[in-house]
């Protein structure tokens, strides 16, 4: 399985899907990013995806969680579909955790890249499941990982970097 995304050129995610970009929701870089999905598993019946930033470890003490979605049902995301009613069911993001600024709802959806220190790596990894799951919007990342378990089919990891506002 293999994942694609227009938002990446050069190994880097472009500016206009973080903290450089213009589009902002509830505070947080909102514009999230297309990909599309290639060679799954001919009996895939939807995919999950994550996007997250392990270089956060050293900055907040947790992997930061940028992005979840399950009970994707194509195998193309659009520029843009989160927060914007997409056919799929998202998860809360970890803008939520810093001192519950925002609440679940409000964290739910594309959180974008705003590294604060460096430029860090990002990766989004997709799975092809062989089911739905039993999910509702604003779910946690371990509620992701669980419902998965014994579903995975196949997965796809895609990585690029994004710098710092200032850099």
Same mark, same amino acid.
């Given at each position: 399985?293999? %994942?694609?995304?227009?938002?990446?050129?050069?190994?880097?995610?472009?500016?206009? $899907?973080?903290?450089?970009?213009?589009?902002t929701?509830?505070?947080?870089?909102?514009?999230? %990013?297309?990909?599309?999905? &290639?060679?799954?598993?001919?009996?895939?019946? /939807?995919? @999950?995806?994550?996007?997250?930033d *392990?270089?956060?470890?050293?900055?907040?003490?947790?992997?930061? %969680?940028?992005?979840?979605?399950?009970?994707l049902?194509?195998?193309?995301?659009?520029?843009?579909?989160?927060? !914007? #009613?997409?056919?799929?069911?998202?998860?809360?993001?970890?803008?939520?955790?810093?001192?519950?600024?925002?609440?679940?709802?409000?964290?739910?959806? *594309?959180?974008?890249? @705003?590294?604060? !220190?460096? +430029?860090?790596? $990002?990766?989004?990894?997709?799975?092809?499941?062989?089911? #739905?799951?039993?999910? +509702?919007?604003?779910?946690?990342?371990? #509620?992701? %990982?669980?419902?998965? &378990?014994?579903?995975?089919?196949?997965?796809?990891?895609?990585?690029?970097? *994004? /710098?710092?506002?200032?850099?």
């Amino acid at each position: 399985m293999i %994942i694609k995304s227009p938002g990446i050129e050069d190994g880097r995610f472009l500016n206009r $899907y973080g903290s450089k970009g213009d589009v902002t929701v509830n505070g947080m870089p909102g514009l999230s %990013i297309p990909f599309s999905i &290639e060679d799954a598993p001919a009996n895939t019946r /939807s995919f @999950a995806a994550v996007l997250d930033d *392990y270089d956060a470890i050293p900055v907040c003490g947790f992997n930061w %969680i940028h992005w979840t979605l399950c009970n994707l049902h194509r195998d193309t995301v659009s520029e843009g579909e989160s927060h !914007n #009613d997409p056919d799929f069911v998202e998860g809360c993001n970890s803008w939520h955790s810093i001192a519950d600024e925002l609440s679940v709802e409000e964290a739910t959806g *594309y959180g974008g890249m @705003a590294p604060p !220190n460096c +430029e860090h790596r $990002y990766t989004l990894k997709v799975f092809a499941l062989d089911c #739905d799951l039993d999910l +509702e919007r604003g779910f946690m990342l371990n #509620d992701l %990982i669980f419902a998965m &378990e014994g579903h995975v089919l196949d997965f796809a990891v895609l990585t690029g970097t *994004y /710098s710092p506002a200032d850099a």
